[in-house]
Every structure is written in structure tokens, then in C-alpha cells.
């Protein structure tokens, strides 16, 4: 299988197979490292943080790599009580999508129109192979999230229990090329009033963490 694994910051990237690499290229902004692991070709890149970066890099090695799975791999913050400290994503949505209103703002699915009653079905991940992580909801917006009131609007208005800036626009463009795509997450801060520190202080562990997941999930594709 042909695998594009995308993370939103370098040190998600490095951690995937860390030094490994079959070739290396680069196209635009983007470097892309190649590498296989198992049965399966993998192209590795960090496209950088937000919503519009993950989107363009999921585009990219779509076309440049043939790619038959779409994967994003790295940190998140948590926003419910879920137990655990790495996922895998089952669902992604959205949650700076939809209309601004005097009541508040109203969340819709990304890419319908804003319009009318607000609804918003979720992105639906391809399973990986069980690997004993339990599932997660992520949302995504392309703020960083350091307010806990925030935090609770997105856990209670979207049913969410990860926080990210780039899965849901992953997802997106997965269901709009007709791909398959999957998450690995691990989490370094609860979205709160500590989460600039506390990302710092666990990037790497976790972002090791969710690439050792990711590793041992695509060595059981078939």
C-alpha cells in the first residue's frame, strides 16, 4: 500500500522512523521523505501548522504518491475526560466551520453550505488494524487552543475529545479525492490555560508516542 503520512510539526515527522529514508524530495515548501516500512511505501512531510497547509500537503502526495490511504499521525490537546494518552481518530470534524449568529456561533459539516439548520457530520476514518488504542473524536480549527471555556464549548457542542489544527482538513480532502484516510494522535496538553507550556515540555514524547503507534498500525496493513 501506498501510504502519505502527514504531521502538522517537524518533530511529529522526525519521530516517524526516525533517520530512515529511501530518497528524499522536495516539492514547493514541502519536504517529502520516502521510505518503506514493511510491505508498504510511505511519504513522509511536515506541511506545517493549520488547516490550508494540511490541505495542500494531503493534495500533493494524493497525486505525487499515488497514494491509497491518507494518514496524519502527531500531538493533540485533550478536551474530555477520555482515558488515555494516544488515539486512534475515528472521527474528525470541524470547529471553525459553519455561521457566525447574534446566539452564538453555529457549527455545520466543512464544505456544505453554512446555511439554514446548523448540522455536522462527521469525517469517518478508515480503521487500522486493533493495535490496543482506544478511539477518539478530534476537532480541528485552526486556532491553538488555550481557553478551557473554549475547550468545553468544542467538547459539548461537537462531542469532541482531541483538539488539533489540521485532521479535519485532512479528513476533508480525503472524502473529496475518494481516499481512504486515518489519525494517530497522542496528547500533550489539556487545552487550557497551560497548553503553550505544556505542548512544549511533551511534543516529543508524545509525538514519538502517536509515530510508534502509526508504525506498528501500517506494518499490519494489508
Not at 493534495?59 to 485533550?78: Q, R, V, Y
Not at 481512504?180 to 489539556?190: E, F, Q, R, V, Y
Not at 487545552?191 to 509515530?211: H, I, K, M, P, V
Request: proline share 4%.
Amino acid at each position: 500500500m501506498r501510504v502519505a503520512l502527514i504531521t502538522g510539526v517537524e518533530q511529529e515527522a522526525d519521530a516517524f522512523l526516525p533517520g530512515r529514508h529511501d530518497r528524499l524530495e522536495q516539492h514547493g515548501h514541502l519536504s517529502v521523505r520516502f521510505v518503506r516500512h514493511g510491505a508498504h511505501e510511505i511519504a513522509v512531510t511536515c506541511c506545517g501548522v493549520g488547516k490550508v497547509n494540511a490541505a495542500i500537503a494531503a493534495t500533493l502526495l494524493a497525486g505525487l504518491h499515488h497514494a491509497e490511504l491518507l494518514m496524519i499521525i502527531g500531538t493533540a490537546g485533550k478536551l474530555s475526560d477520555i482515558a488515555g494518552d494516544c488515539f486512534v481518530i475515528h472521527e474528525a470534524v470541524q470547529g471553525d466551520y459553519g455561521a457566525q449568529r447574534p446566539e452564538g456561533f453555529a457549527h455545520f459539516t466543512a464544505g456544505s453550505w453554512p446555511i439554514g439548520v446548523a448540522q455536522v457530520e462527521a469525517f469517518r476514518a478508515q480503521p487500522l488494524p486493533d493495535i490496543g488504542l482506544p478511539q477518539a473524536r478530534i476537532v480541528t480549527g485552526d486556532s491553538f487552543v488555550e481557553c478551557p471555556d473554549h475547550s468545553m464549548r468544542l467538547r459539548d457542542g461537537l462531542s469532541g475529545d482531541l483538539v488539533d489544527m489540521e485532521t479535519g482538513a485532512l479528513a476533508q480532502v480525503a472524502q473529496r479525492l475518494g481516499l481512504p484516510w486515518a489519525g494517530i494522535k497522542a496528547t500533550t496538553d489539556d487545552a487550557n490555560g497551560e497548553s503553550a507550556g505544556d505542548f512544549q515540555t511533551n511534543l516529543l514524547l508524545a509525538a514519538r508516542r502517536a509515530a510508534e503507534a502509526a508504525e506498528w498500525a501500517i506494518s499490519l496493513l494489508r
